[in-house]
């Protein structure tokens, strides 16, 4: 059974900055393809932020480029996502995701690419 648990989420003031984590278990978080973060409000469709490829490429949505870092640390099996600059936008339940299987780039934002997820960390940001 994969787990990925997420931590780290919080109430920030706008310009903050929060570091999501996922810890993943069964499998390293290199062995994936890709792995990414997903947020989602009420109302809304969950929607890709970045996501990491096993060979370390990247892909951030165009609202989070400049302000959001994905990274892994393969030792301790997790994944991160740095926050900074944060605005209230970017308030909402974020997951992380990740899929053993190769997909195109293009998909690297797409939930339905993703085959397992987390519970989600919520993260609210006040002006």
């Known amino acids: 059974q994969v787990l990925l648990v997420e931590s780290g989420g919080g109430s920030v003031q706008a310009g903050g900055s929060l570091r999501l984590s996922c810890a993943a278990s069964?499998?390293?978080?290199?062995?994936?393809?890709?792995a990414g973060w997903f947020r989602q409000t009420p109302g809304k469709e969950r929607e890709g932020v970045a996501a990491i490829e096993r060979g370390s490429s990247t892909r951030y949505a165009d609202s989070v480029k400049g302000r959001f870092i994905i990274s892994r640390d393969n030792a301790k099996n997790t994944l991160y996502l740095q926050m900074n600059r944060l605005k209230p936008e970017d308030t909402g339940m974020y997951y992380c995701a990740a899929s053993p299987y190769q997909f195109a780039y293009v998909k690297f934002m797409t939930p339905n690419s993703y085959t397992y997820w987390g519970q989600g960390t919520q993260v609210t940001v006040s002006s």
């Open positions: 069964e499998y390293s978080v290199s062995s994936y393809y890709c």
